[in-house]
């Protein structure tokens, strides 16, 4: 794949990133209000569980991708950068993974 065109794909990851980091931070912040509030508890405890992980790791990618951009030269290959740079994204969400299920609700 050309330089160029890898600059490209990694340039709409991180624009794909931010629509979803955006919509999954809504759903989720606004379900905590919610929850806070006693309104629709039952149903916003649902979302807020279902969207913390996802909310997560597309601020992660989003935040990855740009730090990536901002390392990189287009012109030369980063392959060490960008196993590094999924391993950690992968790592972390084996963690929040683990973690949701190891301790799933601390509240009872």
């Given at each position: 794949?050309?330089?160029?065109?890898?600059?490209?794909?990694?340039?709409?990851?991180?624009?794909?990133?931010?629509?979803?980091?955006?919509?999954?931070?809504?759903?989720?912040?606004?379900?905590?209000?919610?929850?806070?509030?006693?309104?629709?508890?039952?149903e916003a405890f649902i979302v807020n569980k279902t969207f913390d992980i996802p909310f997560i790791i597309t601020g992660l990618i989003y935040g990855l991708s740009s730090l990536r951009l901002a390392l990189i030269d287009p012109e030369k290959e980063h392959k060490t950068l960008d196993i590094t740079l999924i391993v950690i994204i992968m790592l972390m969400l084996a963690g929040l993974i683990a973690i949701n299920l190891i301790f799933p609700d601390l509240n009872k």
């Open positions: 794949m050309e330089p160029t065109k890898r600059f490209q794909t990694i340039e709409n990851i991180k624009k794909v990133a931010l629509i979803f980091f955006l919509i999954s931070g809504l759903a989720h912040l606004s379900s905590s209000a919610f929850i806070a509030n006693n309104f629709f508890a039952k």
